[in-house]
């Protein structure tokens, strides 16, 4: 662990009028079999008593943060900022870690040198039912993630702190859905994306989930976006000028 660091593991969690979520969301990483790690909350301008409901957690782990609503990109960053770990990692609001999710990561990180890790999770459907994420079959992602999507999820994702503080999510509210796939690709062009297979969280689908409630000229203005914006990175083109088609057709596969 570098020396600077205080803490294996900082776990962010963008919150925005999630306060009847997010309790669940939190006993989950408070009750992780791994204890080395920070929980930074960054509420985005809350207006329903968030903080009122976090107020009531007393646990030392937990750190409040609130901002000027700027959209998730926004306060995942605002996070990092803040944070004292070795490795950033994401959680949003309305999700849950079971509880070997940190302890496996940092088995995991361990064995070497890696600055991006992204960990397997599964989703949890509305009756309780589980259903499987894509499974690659490569432990090297970087390819995988351009010619399959966006298969990973924040929750599964671990970011070396000075790796991620270099890239960071664009802010552009209007990006907000796709923020993230963009920074993985940005980052994929830059360091290698390690795999493991192993299931530690769940994608919990419910009515109110953002990518539920898109309309369809947002979605079309945060496609067009996200391809602007890659357009834009001289590195990502210069190692994977080859998959250009691969790149918009799963643009525009998503949008259809």
């Given at each position: 662990?570098?020396?600077e660091?205080?803490f294996?593991?900082s776990v962010i969690i963008p919150?925005?009028?999630?306060?009847?979520?997010?309790?669940?969301?939190?006993q989950s990483?408070?009750?992780q079999?791994e204890?080395d790690?920070e929980?930074?909350?960054?509420?985005?301008?809350?207006?329903?008593?968030t903080k009122?409901?976090l107020a009531?957690v007393?646990?030392?782990?937990?750190?409040?943060l609130?901002k000027e609503?700027g959209e998730?990109?926004?306060a995942?960053?605002?996070?990092?900022?803040h944070a004292?770990?070795q490795?950033?990692t994401?959680?949003?609001s309305d999700?849950?870690?079971y509880?070997?999710?940190?302890?496996t990561a940092k088995?995991?990180l361990q064995?070497g040198?890696c600055?991006?890790f992204?960990?397997?999770?599964e989703?949890?459907?509305?009756?309780g039912?589980k259903?499987?994420?894509?499974?690659?079959?490569?432990?090297?992602?970087?390819?995988?993630?351009?010619?399959?999507?966006?298969?990973f999820?924040?929750?599964?994702?671990f970011i070396e702190?000075?790796v991620f503080?270099?890239?960071?999510f664009h802010?552009d509210?209007h990006?907000?859905?796709s923020?993230?796939?963009?920074?993985?690709l940005?980052?994929?062009a830059?360091?290698?994306?390690?795999?493991?297979?192993?299931?530690?969280s769940?994608?919990v689908?419910?009515?109110?989930?953002s990518?539920?409630?898109?309309?369809k000229?947002?979605?079309?203005?945060r496609i067009?976006?996200?391809?602007?914006?890659?357009l834009?990175d001289?590195?990502?083109?210069?190692?994977?000028?080859?998959y250009?088609s691969?790149?918009f057709?799963?643009?525009?596969s998503?949008l259809?």
């Open positions: 662990m570098a020396s660091a205080a294996l593991f919150t925005y009028n999630r306060g009847d979520k997010i309790l669940a969301t939190l990483v408070f009750a079999e204890e790690f929980l930074i909350v960054v509420d985005d301008g809350s207006t329903e008593g009122q409901k009531a007393k646990d030392r782990r937990l750190r409040y609130f609503n998730r990109g926004a995942r960053n605002h996070g990092a900022q004292k770990g490795y950033i994401f959680l949003d999700d849950i870690w509880p070997n999710h940190l302890s088995k995991f064995k040198n600055p991006i992204f960990q397997q999770y989703f949890t459907l509305e009756d039912t259903k499987p994420n894509f499974q690659p079959h490569q432990s090297i992602l970087n390819e995988a993630l351009i010619q399959h999507g966006n298969f999820s924040c929750m599964g994702v702190k000075s503080l270099d890239l960071l802010e509210r990006l907000a859905g923020e993230d796939y963009d920074l993985w940005r980052m994929a830059r360091y290698p994306i390690y795999f493991s297979n192993t299931i530690t769940t994608l689908y419910h009515e109110d989930r990518v539920l409630l898109m309309d000229d947002r979605l079309i203005k067009e976006l996200r391809l602007k914006y890659l834009q001289a590195v990502f083109w210069e190692k994977y000028g080859k250009r691969v790149v057709f799963q643009a525009y998503y259809a």
